[in-house]
């Protein structure tokens, strides 16, 4: 026989046309070496990878190729702060805190270029979805429809595995949901609801009706979540809110920001009766505080003590200058635009401006009358006088993973924006670690590190969920909810901690 008689035929791997109808290449099966394989895994990765990046160029999430149009979102890295030391770290969960916009809150003239992503059908979906990829253990949520919580949201996330409680303030259309994996917590029916309007601080009374509210509830850990970390605490406290959204609501929200820290004091001090001496809890407090860093609401529970100046005291003065409508709070008919909660809570106010009402509630400057100036200074020094501070996640470690959107507008070290609208963009949502404070230590210039928080509190920063840039957000009209980017006008925070 001749050499080319004698010599091995070609193999066709496979002689079928594809689906392209081309015929795959002949392979001699001499050359199918370990690493001929690796590069043909290598130039498939890199292909893969190249349409990856051509998708994402054309603002299309490549896990979401074959997802409808109006069903996509954008999603965000979840950056590490630091690695999960499993053995010695304890069990790693994620909290989640979410304003969801309250379908019963929407209105076209508030969300004049949000189109179809407006759509309860949509909406759901995407919301949903959005949770799901970021698969939180605990989620502090709010702006959660009565309707849709019972025909919607509590079937859903029984499916996904999740516990949930709901509260809301009277008829209220829209309220506050804790949920939680039921295969790490259980709740045994120790809540807490707080009503703004009725809690007591100090000598300073609510200065209007509001109808916010607060939920605090007790998790324990499962017996399962117990035999395999017996070094836990007792349990869990976590609660959520939604702070007055008026824009000349600062003096109401700082009132409220004490009512938070009194009454999780009161909270966690019942539980401590009922569990015995030495119990010993991790605390989170997460939500919309509609208040900036740098508002008096937010540097009140976080800088202690809190010493009221700049633009504060100011700020203060005015709102206390603002007269509230006496039918504020009230619902009237649910089919009147003109009257419900929503157009009260959210972009339209039943006050009307006029020659004795302020309009600007960053004012240059203000003229205090006494009365005035003595409640400021009485609201420094009840903040001052409670014996609690909160610490802020992304404050403590957003500017170690994510630098370039730290502090751009603040102090303290917290992201750009949490709430992007039509109208209106500011950093309004927060996860907080409730505190004992001894009332010596000042923390009103100091920001609490990471590793501050693991050694005095035994929470273990492992990771948060970035936030965007301004320049991310696309071309004007970019206020959210829009199709193909985020579902809500808030976008969700979310940090995971190991529980030492």
Known sequence: ???????????????????????????????????????????????????????????????????????????????????????????????????????ALIRRKLFPTSGNALKWSTRSQVLLSEICHYNPDILCLQEVDFVQYNSFWKSEFDKLGYDSKYHRAGTKNHGLALVYRRTIFVNNHHLAHIQYDKEKSGKLSPSCVTQNIGLLACLDFTPQMRSKYPKLRNGLIVGTTHLFWHPFGTYERTRQTYVILKKFKEFRDTLNTLNGEGSSWYSFFAGDFNSQPFDTPYLSITSKPVKYKGRGPLVLGCSLSYQYSSSRGIVDDEDN?????????????????????????????????????????????????????????????????????????????????????????????????????????????????VQDIESEHGVKLLKLLQLPLPEEMGPEPSGQPR???????????MAEVALC
């Open 337 to 449: 635009d003109d009257s419900t909660p929503a157009e009260e809570e959210e972009g339209g106010n039943v006050e009307k401006y006029g020659k004795n009402q302020p309009t600007d509630p960053v004012p240059d400057t203000f003229e205090f009358t006494d009365e005035q100036r003595q409640k400021v200074e009485d609201m420094e020094a009840l903040h001052n006088s409670l014996d609690m501070r909160a610490i802020s996640l992304y404050s403590a470690g957003y500017h170690l993973v994510d630098p370039k959107n730290a502090g751009i507008d603040n102090d303290r070290k917290e992201p750009f924006f949490s709430n992007w609208a039509h109208t209106w963009r500011g950093l309004l949502d927060y996860i907080f670690i409730i505190s004992s404070w001894n009332q010596v230590d000042d923390y009103s210039e100091r920001i609490d590190s």
């Open 483 to 493: 199709i193909g980017q985020y579902p809500s006008d808030h976008l969700c925070l």
């Open 1 to 103: 026989m001749s050499e080319l008689e004698t010599s091995k035929p070609a193999v066709v791997v496979n002689e079928k046309k594809s689906s392209k109808g081309k015929k795959k290449k002949a392979v001699n099966p001499a050359t199918i070496t370990p690493e001929y394989i690796e590069e043909q895994r290598r130039l498939r990765q890199l292909k893969k990878e190249q349409k990856k990046q051509e998708l994402i160029a054309q603002g299309i999430n490549p896990d979401q190729v074959e997802t409808p149009a109006e069903l996509r979102y954008k999603t965000r890295d979840v950056l590490v702060v630091q690695e999960h030391q499993q053995v010695e770290d304890g069990p790693a969960i994620r909290i989640m805190s979410y304003n969801m916009l309250a379908q």
